[in-house]
């Protein structure tokens, strides 16, 4: 039995123009890639950055390591220790880890101050 190729369909394949597609694309690929690499060299070779300048009077943070170090120290703070959130000591803040083991336990959520309040 012939196979005769279908009206629309060619069972032919110009391996000739794959190839060359297929060649100018590697070659597309390689130019690419040593084009960025010529642009980066300098920049990624340069050194030592530049640099920075002191920026003129008023320098309102002398020393900006020593403010980051507290600010997180306080917040590191407010994460692991108990205090009461309001003044009129009805909810308390708890320890982030303590709250979380709450929380996976089942246990967590807010509970009213007082019988007479309903949860949001």
Do not use: F, N
């Not at 123009?17 to 300098?42: E, F, G, M, T």
């Not at 994460?79 to 308390?92: F, N, P, Q, R, S």
């Amino acid at each position: 039995m012939s196979r005769e190729p279908d009206s629309h369909e060619s069972y032919l394949v110009a391996a000739g123009v794959l190839h060359w597609a297929a060649a100018i694309l590697a070659l597309s690929l390689l130019a690419i890639v040593l084009l960025v690499y010529a642009w980066a060299r300098p920049v990624l070779t340069a050194g030592e950055p530049p640099t920075q300048p002191i920026p003129p009077q008023p320098r309102l943070q002398p020393d900006p390591a020593a403010d980051i170090a507290a600010e997180r120290a306080l917040q590191r703070s407010r994460l692991d220790g108990y205090m009461w959130a309001d003044k009129a000591h009805t909810v308390a803040r708890i320890p982030i880890t303590r709250a979380m083991a709450m929380v996976a336990a089942g246990q967590g959520g807010p509970v009213p101050a007082s019988s007479t309040e309903r949860p949001r």
